[in-house]
């Protein structure tokens, strides 16, 4: 490596993998037992972390207490976020999840 270059930056490279989707929760469905409960088992068998962002609040999508903890109601606009090779998939589904949740 040539003295003037800088070793490569794999933070760098982890975050221009990054992808952050929105999805609106359905009017009339909160994020409460059930469907929370449908969304972590979707989010569950992504091979990639997923986090949820809604009412100032962040959630492990993987995390029932946690995506219940958001408090989020029909009509509230949730951020969905990974990283990693799959996060385009990844956020693409659990974004189709939340816009498809019934109470």
């Not at 070793?7 to 609106?24: C, I, L, N, Q």
């Not at 972590?40 to 903890?69: D, Q, W, Y």
Request: charged share 15%.
């Amino acid at each position: 490596m040539p003295a003037n270059s800088d070793p490569p930056d794999s933070v760098g490279a982890e975050a221009a993998s990054m992808v952050e989707v929105t999805a609106t929760l359905p009017a009339g469905v909160a994020l409460h037992a059930r469907p929370a409960a449908d969304l972590v088992r979707a989010a569950s068998k992504l091979p990639t972390p997923v986090t949820l962002a809604a009412n100032g609040k962040r959630a492990n999508a993987h995390s029932i207490l946690e995506v219940l903890g958001l408090g989020a109601t029909g009509g509230t606009v949730v951020s969905i976020s990974a990283a990693g090779p799959d996060a385009a998939l990844a956020t693409a589904a659990i974004a189709e999840v939340i816009a498809n949740l019934r109470s």
